[in-house]
């Protein structure tokens, strides 16, 4: 496996030092996309956030600012994510404020209507089922609750060639503004709205 193949299966699901070291790398490289995506959606002080499939835990650390007076809840499937997002939020993780847990997006440990918005940043394409995966983000979210997905790249874009070698060698998914709009509301989600950034690829799609 080429040097490529190699990053992009590990961005699947990070294990071993080569995995810890890309998960540090994915926690500077993602910085600029998060923040770019969470800037598009207000979420209050006090709301119970859920980031699923944290990896490195710097988005979590961040929403752990946004909601001073709630709780930031991090999920992956990656024992070794889990390890270095926990070493990395250490401290709110025993304030309380922070906490992270091993589990995948297809049965997550919590129960119905537990959070008023839930992220995920860079991850579905990796996600098993994407219609029951999303079925069980509902089902952890409260009434009226939002759904912030953001991801680098999609179809469409003036990086579709790029993206296209991506998709193929990682076996990832990828969709375009419209996929994106049409997989949420057939999930059942309400009040789609998905923003580009055209100039870096960039995707988010926000739904209630």
């Known amino acids: 496996m080429d040097l490529l193949g190699r990053l992009l299966s590990q961005s699947g699901r990070p294990r071993g030092w080569f995995g810890r070291l890309l998960v540090r790398g994915m926690n500077l490289g993602h910085t600029g996309l998060t923040r770019w995506g969470l800037s598009t959606v207000e979420i209050p002080e006090h709301a119970n956030v859920l980031d699923v499939g944290c990896g490195g835990g710097r988005t979590l650390e961040y929403l752990a600012s946004l909601v001073r007076l709630g709780k930031a809840v991090g ?23 922070v906490e992270v847990l091993h ?5 997550m440990p919590f129960p119905d209507a537990t959070f ?93």
Not at 75 to 97: F, K, M, T, W
Not at 149 to 164: P, Q, V, W
């Open 103 to 107: 589990g995948e997006v297809s049965s």
């Open 116 to 208: 008023d918005c839930v992220t995920a940043v860079e991850t579905y394409y990796f996600w098993p089922d994407i219609a029951a995966d999303l079925a069980e983000v509902r089902r952890v979210m409260k009434p009226n609750g939002q759904l912030v997905i953001i991801a680098g790249m999609y179809l469409g874009s003036k990086f579709d060639k790029r993206n296209a070698k991506l998709i193929r060698v990682g076996g990832m998914r990828c969709f375009s503004e419209q996929e994106f709009e049409d997989t949420l509301q057939d999930a059942g989600f309400a009040n789609v709205d998905v923003t580009v950034e055209p100039l870096k690829g960039w995707i988010c799609a926000i739904a209630q």
């Open 75 to 97: 999920i992956d499937y990656s024992e070794d994510s889990v390890a270095v997002a926990r070493r990395r939020n250490q401290e709110l993780i025993a304030s309380g404020r």
